[in-house]
């Protein structure tokens, strides 16, 4: 179990632990875990460049986010998928963010660790950068990989998934695993916009939309939601408002001070400030 030192806040179910993932996790009860969202890192950071806001910026994030060759990359996702399996109950699911860079090499780890892959969600953003090098099109998607347990050959969790509440959400219809937020002239719904920024960023931070329909259909009250890479604290800052146990993993104090802010500030001015 995970000790005071590790902790670095702790409001009621809400818990933030500092440190690296794959020594944190280990101290985590075994199953005990119903959902994690995971968005590791995509491994992009080789000195390319992008474009933000109409300007040329680099693509380099962070040395946690320096290219590896497909081995390593496969080796690390494996290391932390498999320590995942161990912490999440037999009937919990796994969601993981991606983009094409390293979402097949997940899909690797994620069956060579025995798990079962339900969804293949593509989410559409109307708003991506636009490509400089003209050489290819424009990358406009992220993958979440859902899956589950593989048990064993034959037999696979369990899962609970909130099929009422997705058809709803989709006017009666069946949700499909294509995924687009909004209207197209209303650009800033397709990544995080400005107003869950207020209090910092994270190069890779997700839309509270997203968080919100991910937790929806696969969770209910007082289940338990992990995220091994906190990054902004998105995961957990919805989870709170939708009545769900939290556990994020960070190890980068900065991060851990933004999504300490946004969970508070959104305590203090209401669930729409964060």
């Known amino acids: ?10 409001d009621g179910d809400f818990t933030l632990l500092k440190g690296d993932s794959f020594k944190l996790l280990k101290k985590i009860e075994p199953k005990s875990v119903d959902v994690i969202f995971a968005d590791p890192p995509y491994f992009l950071s080789s000195g390319g460049v992008s474009c933000q806001s109409g ?19 496969i080796k ?22 991606s ?16 798990y079962s892959i339900i969804n293949n969600i593509i989410w559409k953003k109307n708003n991506p950068a636009p490509n400089l090098a003209c050489r290819c099109f424009t990358h406009s998607t992220e993958t979440i ?25 989709n006017g009666g219809k069946q949700m499909k695993d294509v995924w ?24 890779t931070q997700k839309p509270i939309k997203l968080l919100e329909r991910l937790i929806t259909a696969a969770s209910k009250e007082g289940d338990t939601i992990l995220d ?14 939708m009545n769900r146990q939290y556990i994020g993993i960070e190890l980068d104090v900065d991060y851990l001070e933004l999504t300490k802010k946004r969970y508070l500030g959104g305590k203090t001015d209401g669930k729409q400030n964060f």
């Open 228 to 241: 091994p890479f906190n990054g902004s604290g998105t995961t957990g800052i919805v989870a709170h408002y």
């Open 55 to 73: 300007k040329q910026v680099s693509v380099n994030k962070g040395e946690w986010d320096y290219s590896k060759t497909i081995k390593d990359r």
């Open 99 to 114: 983009t094409l860079h390293s979402v097949y090499a997940i899909g690797v780890a994620l069956e060579l660790e025995r």
């Open 145 to 169: 990989i859902w899956a589950r347990k593989q048990l064993t050959l034959k037999k696979k969790g369990n899962h609970y998934f909130n099929y009422e509440a997705m058809k709803e959400e």
């Open 180 to 203: 687009e937020f909004g209207e197209p002239e209303i650009m800033e719904i397709s990544t995080a916009p400005k107003s869950e920024k207020k209090y910092g960023k994270h190069p």
């Open 76 to 97: 690390y996702h494996r290391k932390w998928i498999a320590l995942c399996r161990e912490v999440l109950k037999d009937n919990g699911t796994i969601m993981i963010s």
């Open 1 to 10: 179990m995970y000790t005071k030192r590790d902790v670095f806040f702790q």
